[in-house]
């Protein structure tokens, strides 16, 4: 038998084993060679009347993390092209048959008349987990990194290889659904309790238990093939049945806002496929998955959150030509919050770190935040106490320069000020290698004027971190003007080494995501100050899909950060760039109510110590009566909402401050979580279309002003009907 993927082998009991184990790739992917593979080895168990089984393993570390998502994307592609040539209806039908092609060959497994028993050796996800469930046992190692579940929705999509029939006829429906609409990834005692997997055995039996299981004998008939098959929570139209459905419902909706396609279909699929025989089942999951694969939501979400970052992850603005460097130790200088965020990531991530402050104890303080991390995480039984001392001893914690004298690369995040910044680069400078980078954490200051501290600005860059450090994925790296390859090739080599994403921006105030969020923050405050209820406010920009509202948010960073903000910008680029109404909220709330946030239990909400937050009343003082929320026009909250958040990414491209659409999109989903139904915000522009987005800005503009004004760029963009992805493949194509 010729397969590319698998080896084959059958031993003196009649039991073959199929090792999956993709030649030159460190990890097991579904691509379409995949497919042919199963399907063949299927037919070969069939025909060799001496084949009484066969186990399906991996041959690497893992099992496998499922699909290769470029091949959905292509197919995508494939699709747009058949309908120009052959029409929509002759097109849909083909996309049809091309997108269920990997669910049929898995059918074929559970029905072809021989058991098959997966040997589950480390993470088994997605499509890679539906082979699982189409087997007729599932045996798991041990491996405490095992995890299985069919995380698809995260990407936007749905599992379309039976996931969906699968899972809640095996499970109880309310953990089925609750797997399959959260994507959550199982442990293996989790899954055995939900009936998923069923034995769990040491690792180096893991082969030997699944042969001893085929050898005990495995029914080739899975139980819902039989006559009498029970759903294992009884049937869909049943008093049970009606206890789950519609509060089921209710929570798909609290959750997802009905912004994303795929979960909607996921809640479908189930509920139609449930009330009918598996054959039929599979048929509509089959339509769910084609039809949600066409949608522009899905598109944008595999394009951001799989394919561009997975390409940013592995560098694809690194610079050519410089050497990988090893990052053996870094300095860390400011050990406040930022800075012991900074710290313990990169300790996590194996380096030595030499945390410096003003004197010894505040740098202590800073180590100590590791310790509290690490703390929390043994107490939830994720580490042990011998490697949160490990972590510890990575961490000296110094208020001596000279300490940093080995050091690879130093981080400051030292106050926001000018002059401080400009003491601690002379004295890092004039303690660390003459190789060594210097990157500074700041927020609001233009790196290029922080880098006329430095003797070497060509080794100085921005390293610009999201707050909490250990939780939030993007890390933003500067590039000042004379900033050179090899301090950006460093800065992503250390971004890489501690697993975050990165986006390259050229240096402006703000840079890339706080000009977008500030935005987003800022219309929120005009509409405070329109009378707009808070609460009303909030609600409405989690039903655009945002994770956070503009005012809980602004009250988790800190209203007088805002003000601080807001005050410099206005001495240092003038009068016209501040909003006279948001200043005017700002200092009412900072100066004179003392309401600067969630630190001080009181900002736009208020905070008790116990129960949850409520909307702080006292802003009626300053803008009088609120409106009244049931003459509100929903819509239009929500457009300008994500519409002033998206036109500052497209002003931030016209200016040269993102460069690849790719950035602007996954910077502001892992940044700030733009809604990420729509992709991104360059995505979320594309997929309005530029001239109908251009429009919704004039309108807004029209009635509150020119902060709305679509860009030149847009504007020329909308003209032509192109996108900014049209533009970025158009530009690639001339190169
Ligand atoms: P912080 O006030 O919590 O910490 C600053 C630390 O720097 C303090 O521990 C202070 O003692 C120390 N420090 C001050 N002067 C020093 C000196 N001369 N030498 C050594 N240490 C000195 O501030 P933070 O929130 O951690 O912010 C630090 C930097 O990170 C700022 O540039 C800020 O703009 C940036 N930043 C902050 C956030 C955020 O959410 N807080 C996010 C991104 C970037």
């Keep these: 038998m010729d397969l590319k993927n698998f080896t084959w082998s059958v031993d003196s009991d009649g039991i073959a084993l199929l090792t999956w184990d993709m030649p030159g790739k460190s990890m097991n992917v579904i691509d379409e060679s995949v497919g042919h593979d199963l399907n063949a080895a299927v037919d070969a168990a069939v025909a060799d009347a001496a084949v009484k089984g066969v186990v399906i393993t991996s041959g690497k570390d893992t099992f496998s993390g499922g699909a290769d998502l470029t091949m959905l994307e292509r197919l995508g592609q494939t699709f747009k092209d058949a309908i120009k040539a052959k029409g929509p209806e002759a097109a849909m039908a083909d996309f049809f048959e091309q997108s269920r092609a990997y669910s049929l060959v898995l059918r074929k497994i559970e029905t072809c008349g021989k058991p098959f028993v997966c040997a589950i050796n480390g993470m088994c996800l997605g499509g890679a987990f539906e082979i699982a469930l189409a087997c007729h046992a599932r045996v798991a190692s041990d491996n405490p990194k095992l995890r299985v579940g069919l995380p698809e929705v995260k990407v936007g999509l749905f599992p379309g290889a039976g996931g969906t029939q699968r899972v809640p006829r095996m499970a109880d429906i309310q953990s089925a659904l609750q797997m399959l609409l959260k994507g959550d990834q199982l442990k293996a005692d989790r899954a055995k309790a939900m009936n998923l997997i069923d034995e769990i055995?040491?690792?180096?039996?893991?082969?030997?238990?699944?042969?001893?299981?085929?050898?005990?004998?495995?029914?080739?008939?899975?139980?819902?093939?039989?006559?009498?098959?029970?759903?294992?929570?009884?049937?869909?139209?049943?008093?049970?049945?009606?206890?789950?459905?519609?509060?089921?419902?209710?929570?798909?909706?609290?959750?997802?806002?009905?912004?994303?396609?795929?979960?909607?279909?996921?809640?479908?699929?189930?509920?139609?496929?449930?009330?009918?025989?598996?054959?039929?089942?599979?048929?509509?999951?089959?339509?769910?998955?084609a039809s949600v694969l066409r949608t522009p939501q899905a598109q944008a979400m595999i394009r951001s959150l799989f394919v561009s970052m997975g390409a940013l992850g592995k560098g694809l603005r690194r610079p050519a030509g410089v050497p990988a460097t090893q990052l053996k130790s870094i300095g860390v200088i400011g050990a406040g919050f930022m800075g012991a965020g900074i710290a313990y990531v990169s300790a996590q991530a194996g380096m030595d770190v030499v945390l410096i402050d003003r004197d010894v104890e505040a740098a202590e303080k800073g180590k100590a935040y590791s310790h509290k991390l690490m703390t929390d995480q043994v107490n939830k039984g994720r580490a042990t106490s011998a490697q949160r001392e490990a972590l510890l001893a990575k961490i000296k914690a110094s208020a001596d320069y000279a300490d940093l004298k080995d050091v690879d690369l130093v981080i400051e995040a030292v106050f926001e000020d000018p002059a401080v910044k400009a003491d601690v680069i002379k004295k890092a400078e004039a303690a660390i290698r003459p190789d060594v980078v210097f990157a500074s954490n700041t927020s609001t200051l233009p790196i290029t004027g922080l880098a006329k501290a430095s003797v070497r600005p060509e080794q100085f860059i921005g390293i610009h971190f999201f707050s909490p450090v250990d939780k939030m994925m993007l890390v933003e790296t500067i590039l000042a003007e004379k900033t050179g390859d090899k301090a950006l090739a460093v800065a992503l080599d250390y971004v890489k080494a501690i697993k975050k994403t990165p986006i390259v921006v050229n240096d402006t105030r703000g840079f890339y995501v706080n000009r977008c969020v500030g935005n987003y923050i800022k219309e929120a405050h005009l509409m405070v100050m329109e009378g707009v209820p808070t609460v009303m406010i909030d609600n409405?920009?989690?039903?655009?899909?945002?994770?956070?509202?503009?005012?809980?948010?602004?009250?988790?960073?800190?209203?007088?950060?805002?003000?601080?903000?807001?005050?410099?910008?206005?001495?240092?680029?003038?009068?016209?760039?501040?909003?006279?109404?948001?200043?005017?909220?700002?200092?009412?709330?900072?100066?004179?109510?003392?309401?600067?946030?969630?630190?001080?239990?009181?900002?736009?909400?208020?905070?008790?110590?116990?129960?949850?937050?409520?909307?702080?009343?006292?802003?009626?003082?300053?803008?009088?009566?609120q409106q009244d929320p049931d003459t509100i026009d929903r819509q239009e909250i929500i457009d300008r909402l994500l519409v002033t958040t998206a036109l500052e990414a497209s002003r931030c491209v016209e200016e040269g401050v993102v460069t690849d659409p790719r950035e602007a999109d996954v910077g502001s989903i892992l940044g700030f979580g733009f809604a990420p139904w729509s992709g991104g915000t360059l995505s979320y522009i594309d997929m309005i279309g530029t001239r109908a987005f251009v429009k919704k800005c004039d309108a807004l503009a029209a009635k509150y002003g020119d902060r709305f004004t679509p860009n030149k760029l847009l504007r020329e963009m909308a003209d032509k009907g192109e996108t900014f992805y049209g533009r970025m493949t158009a530009k690639k194509a001339a190169a």
Excluded at 239 to 267: C, F, H, Q, S
Excluded at 614 to 623: F, P, S
Aim: overall charge positive.
């Design 540 to 625: 409405l920009a989690k039903q655009a899909g945002m994770p956070v509202g503009p005012l809980t948010l602004n009250d988790e960073v800190a209203i007088d950060l805002g003000l601080k903000i807001l005050k410099a910008t206005k001495a240092q680029v003038g009068t016209q760039a501040v909003d006279p109404q948001q200043e005017k909220l700002l200092t009412f709330m900072v100066e004179q109510e003392g309401r600067i946030g969630k630190k001080a239990k009181k900002g736009f909400y208020d905070y008790p110590d116990t129960g949850k937050k409520t909307a702080w009343q006292g802003i009626k003082a300053l803008v009088g009566t």
């Design 201 to 289: 055995v040491p690792a180096d039996k893991l082969i030997e238990a699944a042969k001893a299981r085929l050898k005990a004998g495995v029914d080739p008939v899975k139980p819902w093939d039989k006559p009498k098959f029970k759903l294992p929570s009884g049937p869909v139209y049943s008093a049970g049945g009606m206890m789950v459905w519609p509060p089921a419902n209710a929570l798909y909706r609290k959750e997802t806002y009905d912004n994303y396609p795929g979960a909607r279909a996921i809640m479908s699929a189930v509920y139609e496929g449930l009330l009918v025989p598996m054959d039929t089942a599979l048929r509509i999951e089959s339509r769910y998955f």
